[in-house]
């Protein structure tokens, strides 16, 4: 059984930065593009920043500049870097892990609550 492992959420300042990390023991990492979603109170879930295994990245307009995804292949990790956080980042941040290999289907993380309040 797969489980996507989350960490690092919290209650930032306006301004501030913090680290996400979603671990993925056990997981065939290398076939799995690896992302960032997140869902505010009353809003559909939205994608943030994706990262294939070759490294290759993606980003929505509202985050480009301020946040980096990242991944270790070897520690099977991915991290989104979040940096001027304002007050509309505030959501529920969930990792994905999405395949083209149906037999292995997509993962979600349980989600972690970033809050951006002064």
């Known amino acids: 059984q797969v489980q996507l492992v989350e960490s690092g959420g919290g209650l930032v300042q306006p301004g501030g930065s913090l680290r996400l990390s979603c671990a993925a023991p056990?997981?065939?990492?290398?076939?799995?593009?690896m992302g960032w979603y997140r869902q505010a109170p009353g809003k559909q879930r939205e994608l943030v920043a994706t990262v294939s295994h070759g490294g290759v990245t993606n980003y929505v307009d509202s985050v480009k500049g301020r946040f980096t995804i990242a991944r270790d292949n070897a520690k099977n990790t991915v991290y989104l870097q979040m940096s001027s956080l304002k007050p509309e980042d505030t959501a529920v941040y969930y990792c994905n892990a999405h395949t083209v290999r149906t037999e292995y289907g997509d993962h979600w993380g349980q989600g972690t609550q970033v809050t951006v309040s002064s």
């Open positions: 056990g997981m065939i990492f290398s076939i799995y593009t």
